[in-house]
T-cell receptor, first 117, second 115 residues
Framework: GAGVSQTPSNKVTEKGKYVELRCDPISGHTALYWYRQSLGQGPEFLIYFQGTGAADDSGLPNDRFFAVRPEGSVSTLKIQRTERGDSAVYLC???????????????FGPGTRLTVL | AQKITQTQPGMFVQEKEAVTLDCTYDTSDPSYGLFWYKQPSSGEMIFLIYQGSYDQQNATEGRYSLNFQKARKSANLVISASQLGDSAMYFCAMREGVRDYKLSFGAGTTVTVRA
């Protein structure tokens, strides 16, 4: 079946602009995650949705970052007043959303490379 | 403090040989899961193998095996019979507890397989 998809694959914007990054999870996956990966580093957690609600947004760096998942499927990561330091690859992952102790493997999309000039 | 430490930034391995990638972790939670992902130059993270903290045996998936030493808090990945297509960045990650689903990743190890 189809994997996690992300659009756009690349986004170039100017400092101060607003951007939206979209993630379409694997069908049937109730859990969705956003991570940010800077060059040469491992991904860093941003936010996790279980269904429509943000179960954990402790990784969002500041209030310029916001994410939604209104119907429990597609999610949009929104960044206001972008800064050059926001340049990174934004990865989305989804999982079945298993119960306690379940492996609940996260499957990743190809990422959106954001460049803020 | 770093939750996941990968001390090898880059490694070279000859085709058909085995390679071991080191990973140590830090957690006080008795329940946790350890994951290894492969990230080729295309950028997509590919799940390889999982080890649960209560699993009695080391995990294996095809040419991938996990050398889990709980007392030493290490979860090294072994890739046997390396292939050219194994050239990629490899990340170790941990999920702590039974309610916290986010993954904490290490800095990664770049593996280059030589013909």
């Amino acid at each position: 079946g189809a994997g996690v998809s992300q659009t756009p694959s690349n986004k170039v914007t100017e400092k101060g602009k607003y951007v939206e990054l979209r993630c379409d999870p694997i069908s049937g996956h109730t859990a969705l995650y956003w991570y940010r990966q800077s060059l040469g580093q491992g991904p860093e957690f941003l936010i996790y949705f279980q269904g429509t609600g943000a179960a954990d947004d402790s990784g969002l760096p500041n209030d310029r970052f916001f994410a939604v998942r209104p119907e429990g499927s597609v999610s949009t990561l929104k960044i206001q007043r972008t800064e050059r330091g926001d340049s990174a690859v934004y990865l989305c992952a989804s999982s079945l959303g298993g119960g306690q102790g379940a492996i609940d493997t996260q499957y990743f999309g190809p990422g959106t490379r954001l460049t803020v000039l | 403090a770093q939750k996941i430490t990968q001390t090898q930034p880059g490694m070279f391995v000859q085709e058909k040989e085995a390679v071991t990638l080191d990973c140590t972790y830090d957690t006080s939670d008795p329940s946790y899961g350890l994951f290894w992902y492969k990230q080729p130059s295309s950028g997509e993270m590919i799940f390889l193998i999982y080890q649960g903290s209560y699993d009695q045996q080391n995990a294996t998936e095809g040419r991938y095996s996990l050398n889990f030493q709980k007392a030493r808090k290490s979860a090294n990945l072994v890739i046997s019979a390396s292939q050219l297509g194994d050239s990629a960045m490899y990340f170790c990650a941990m999920r702590e507890g039974v309610r916290d689903y986010k993954l904490s990743f290490g800095a990664g190890t770049t593996v280059t397989v030589r013909a």
